[in-house]
């Protein structure tokens, strides 16, 4: 069945440590978006990319980094510059990037600093 | 700048009884609307989407929306609620400018609390 598969579902970072969210499809879409969700603040958009090899900053990119070498695959790191990771992480994905179709979700991975 | 409003945090509903979803939107052009739904700990299943066309819209699991131009609005229906309809729903929009990526805007999330 194609979908989009995010790993891991949970994910503990220590403070000043970098962390890689996994995000990977097999729709052939060539758009795909990382979005952080906080209680009350609904989905913010991090990063997104509408085609291999190419990525664009969203709402709230700092302290994240991204990279789009294969269409299928576009992992999220979150740097000790972002000082608040606490959240819960989705990838996105649509056909296009002009995004009239709908995304396409992964079941997320949450985030937490110890 | 495009913005969507859900002006309920949490519905209840009776079993068996209709349930609406508000949501209303400002952007510029024609709007694209889109409806989400998210399960605990689970990422968003899209329902149904407006491009153009009839003012409703039939989607998924029974779901329905109304679009109202003139006042802006696009909610969420059904005309029975079931139990495992209890969850959070988004609304979206994306800007109706031709052309280029549009950023979509997601709502902040109503939860639907379906009472047995």
């Known amino acids: 069945d194609g979908g989009i598969t995010q790993s891991p579902k949970y994910l503990f970072r220590k403070e000043g440590q970098n962390v890689t969210l996994s995000c990977e499809q097999n729709l052939n879409h060539d758009a795909m978006y990382w979005y952080r969700q906080d209680p009350g603040q609904g989905l913010r958009l991090i990063y997104y990319s509408q085609i291999v090899n190419d990525f664009q900053k969203g709402d709230i990119a700092e302290g994240y980094s991204v990279s789009r070498e294969k269409k299928e695959s576009f992992p999220l790191t979150v740097t000790s510059a972002q000082k608040n990771p606490t959240a819960f992480y989705l990838c996105?994905?649509?056909?296009?990037?002009?995004?009239?179709?709908?995304?396409?979700f992964g079941s997320g991975t949450r985030l937490t600093v110890v | 700048a495009q913005s969507v409003a859900q002006p309920e945090d949490q519905v209840n509903v009776a079993e068996g009884n209709p349930l609406t979803v508000k949501c209303t939107y400002s952007v510029s052009g024609n709007p694209y609307l889109f409806w989400y739904v998210q399960y605990p700990n689970r990422g968003l299943q899209f329902l149904l989407k407006?491009?153009?066309?009839?003012?409703l819209v039939k989607g998924s699991y029974g779901f329905e929306a109304e679009f109202n131009k003139s006042q802006t609005s696009f909610h969420l229906k059904k005309p029975s609620a079931l139990v495992s309809d209890s969850a959070l729903y988004f609304c979206a929009v994306r800007g109706g400018n031709s052309g280029g990526y549009q950023k979509v805007t997601f709502g902040i999330g109503t939860k639907l609390q379906v009472i047995p």
């Open positions: 996105a994905s649509s056909p296009d990037f002009v995004g009239v179709y709908g995304y396409t």
């Open positions: 407006y491009i153009t066309g009839d003012n």
